[in-house]
């Protein structure tokens, strides 16, 4: 510290206040969020946080000080995290007649309130859903009260759990196999739910999970965010924390209400849905368990799955059983029809 100057110093301070941040981000996956709610929301970005430490050890590197030791360290540990938000490689084994395909859509009611200023939204969502003709569809915030605009015809089989009032939204599984059974696991105190149909695919039944769990409530254009950090609403700010670490809550009970679930399943699994959170949660973790990801198992790039500005957030996700061979993986960052983006895998059963 002594050979450095005042501007390298106050770097360095910064360097060293990111690494803190850092390694907390690290172990926030294995804590639950009871304990630290709002610290929490520091997964949702830690692969921005990994890239600035990266730039601090580029940046010491070009100076050959030894204080990129600091950061190459951060990196070292944090090695493991790079394949949960960038893959360098993709996967595309060749398909057979025994695979399968499967989608999740987190659809925003099919554009009901005109959110998308556009129209014919739903029907371009059909379209999208027919020209890429999964197998199974799980689709997160359907509404009966907009899906009189489409008509999947292509599924004879469906499994769909509405709930509200006027407005009727809720979780749909469609699928081209016959289901032959079914069922819900509610989320005290919330919109959300998760979904579930036993599915019989060949000789085979496949339990198929579709999740929604709850939302941080954060608009796609950060516009929220940026208001506050402008200014000077520390009201509103205390709102947004406070609202962000009950969501953080909900979502760690909903998670272990799908853990304990999954445990009195006999069947292969695949869990589909929109868990609003990060690769590096503990919901992720925990519903994740020894399942494949198939982003990280076949997919390319960021896998973007929901419309952030300026940030490529994956917090949608298809979960295979390990008893099955992930072949693919497909995000759609140019598919704008939803604030969510759609995503589908192909897979086959071992």
């Known amino acids: 510290m002594k050979n450095l100057s005042w501007f390298n110093k106050i770097i360095f301070f910064c360097?060293?206040?990111?690494?803190?941040?850092?390694?907390?981000?690290?172990?926030?996956?294995?804590?639950?969020?009871?304990?630290?709610?709002?610290?929490?929301?520091?997964?949702?970005?830690?692969?921005?946080?990994?890239t600035?430490?990266?730039l601090f050890f580029i940046y010491w590197l070009l100076q050959l000080k030894r204080q990129m030791i600091l950061s190459g360290l951060v990196l070292v540990v944090g090695i493991t995290f790079i394949n949960k938000f960038y893959k360098f490689t993709g996967k595309n084994l060749e398909a057979t007649d025994k695979d399968f395909v499967v989608?999740?859509?987190?659809?925003?009611?099919?554009?009901?309130?005109?959110?998308?200023?556009?129209?014919?939204?739903?029907?371009?969502?059909?379209?999208?859903?027919?020209?890429?003709?999964?197998?199974?569809?799980?689709?997160q915030e359907y509404s009966t009260s907009a899906s009189a605009k489409v008509d999947f015809k292509l599924y004879p089989y469906r499994s769909i759990f509405m709930h509200g009032d006027k407005i009727k939204t809720g979780n749909a599984i469609f699928s081209k196999f016959p289901i032959v059974n079914?069922?819900?696991?509610?989320?005290?105190?919330?919109?959300?739910?998760?979904?579930?149909?036993?599915?019989?695919?060949?000789?085979?039944?496949?339990?198929?999970?579709?999740?929604?769990?709850?939302?941080?409530?954060?608009s796609p254009d950060v516009s929220e965010i940026s208001e506050n950090v402008e200014g000077i609403n520390q009201q509103k700010s205390?709102?947004?924390?406070?609202?962000?670490?009950?969501?953080?809550?909900?979502?760690?009970?909903q998670a272990e209400a799908i853990m304990e679930h999954k445990k009195t399943c006999e069947y292969p699994m695949i869990i589909c849905g929109d868990m609003n959170n990060s690769?590096?949660?503990?919901?992720?973790?925990?519903?994740?368990?020894?399942?494949?990801?198939s982003f990280e198992v076949a997919g390319k790039g960021?896998?973007?799955?929901?419309?952030?500005?300026?940030?490529?957030?994956r917090i949608d996700y298809i979960f295979a059983d390990p008893k099955m061979t992930v072949k693919s993986f497909t995000n759609f960052p140019h598919f704008v029809n939803s604030d969510h983006l759609p995503i589908m895998s192909r897979m086959a059963l071992e």
Request: hydrophobic share 45%.
């Open 182 to 218: 079914e069922g819900q696991i509610i989320f005290p105190k919330s919109n959300n739910d998760a979904v579930f149909a036993d599915i019989k695919i060949g000789k085979d039944i496949v339990r198929v999970y579709d999740i929604h769990l709850e939302s941080i409530k954060i």
């Open 15 to 50: 360097n060293a206040v990111l690494t803190i941040l850092t390694f907390l981000a690290y172990a926030l996956p294995f804590l639950a969020p009871n304990w630290f709610p709002f610290l929490s929301a520091l997964t949702l970005f830690l692969p921005l946080i990994i």
């Open 238 to 253: 205390q709102a947004i924390f406070k609202r962000i670490s009950e969501a953080f809550k909900k979502q760690q009970q």
């Open 302 to 313: 960021f896998g973007k799955t929901y419309n952030f500005k300026y940030y490529p957030a």
């Open 103 to 139: 989608m999740s859509y987190n659809v925003r009611l099919l554009n009901l309130f005109d959110w998308i200023p556009r129209e014919n939204v739903a029907e371009d969502i059909l379209d999208f859903i027919k020209d890429n003709n999964p197998d199974v569809l799980c689709i």
């Open 279 to 293: 690769a590096f949660s503990y919901v992720y973790r925990g519903i994740k368990g020894n399942m494949k990801d």
């Open 52 to 54: 600035l430490n990266g």
